[in-house]
């Protein structure tokens, strides 16, 4: 490995470290943006149903690898020596972290667009985190309220603005990518990420669904849950569900959410058969009986 790598290493390692002791879990990152871990099961002959987000044991399973041990975080980076940044995964306590990605290279001014949604629905973006990328784009962290669960999405809110929400991650401040270095703006970096103003949390949200009064669950919480699992597209719906079922089941709602995050992920096209076994999953990963 060439010298300035192992110099990106141990700076992004070390900047990684940082951000964990703030709270932040992380996990490193290759030059291209994506995890620098490939998955253990890339061979195997069938996809893992359901998906493993770390069951196995093993390093892999990309922003479900995200820690703030710092023990842990020195072993994700011992075994991918040619990382050159850090991811920051959102959506996790004690920050619930939310990203607002202002992007440049869609040719639109996100800035000003999301300068007009402010002015339209009466909020104010406060003093935040800001994190300058090497295209020009700058990435803003806020914080979401807890048993709130903000979806990714990219271009939903306006053209050039990406949101970062559950099971997606930041790049860190510090990491060098093929394109540039992710750097904190000035006066920024001393900053708690703000709370989300409440107008602008409601259209990161998704858009109500009606369903059956049997999956109404018994609190705001659940709800969110429950929802979170019926946006799911082809492609995430086992890891959303797999998601919102560890929430429930860290929150003790596992018993009571169990019937609606099934008829919730069957309305996806999962069949009940594939959603009692994601669920089950879950269960034993959290430490609960399925």
Aim: proline residues 9%; aromatic residues 4%; contains cysteine.
């Amino acid at each position: 490995m060439a010298t300035t790598d192992r110099q990106a290493t141990t700076l992004a390692l070390a900047h990684a470290l940082s951000a964990a002791e703030r709270g932040l879990a992380v996990i490193p990152l290759s030059r291209t943006k994506l995890p620098a871990l490939r998955s253990p099961h890339r061979d195997a002959p069938e996809p893992v149903e359901p998906p493993c987000h770390g069951e196995c044991g093993r390093f892999g399973h990309g922003v479900y690898d995200a820690s703030t041990d710092p023990v842990r975080i020195r072993e994700l980076f011992a075994a991918a020596p040619w990382a050159t940044g850090y991811g920051i995964a959102c959506g996790l306590p004690p920050h619930h972290l939310i990203g607002v990605d202002l992007d440049t290279k869609s040719g639109t001014d996100s800035s000003a667009a999301l300068r007009e949604l402010a002015l339209r629905h009466l909020f104010t973006i406060p003093e935040t985190v800001v994190v300058l990328t090497p295209s020009g784009g700058r990435h803003l962290w806020l914080t979401g309220p807890p048993g709130t669960v903000v979806p990714n999405s990219a271009s939903r809110l306006a053209p050039g603005i990406d949101i970062r929400g559950a099971g997606g991650y930041l790049v860190g401040p510090g990491s060098r990518t093929a394109h540039g270095v992710y750097a904190a703006a000035p006066g920024t970096a001393h900053l708690a990420p703000a709370a989300c103003p409440p107008a602008l949390l409601r259209l990161l949200l998704p858009p109500p669904r009606a369903i059956h009064p049997a999956t109404t669950a018994t609190n705001d919480h659940g709800r969110g849950l429950v929802q979170f699992v019926l946006t799911a597209h082809a492609g995430q719906r086992n890891t959303r569900l797999f998601w919102a079922a560890c929430r429930a089941h860290e929150n003790g709602l596992g018993p009571a959410l169990l019937d609606a995050l099934v008829e919730a992920a069957v309305h996806t096209g999962l069949s009940e058969r594939e959603a009692r076994a994601t669920i089950a999953s879950a269960a034993r990963m959290t430490g609960h009986r399925a």
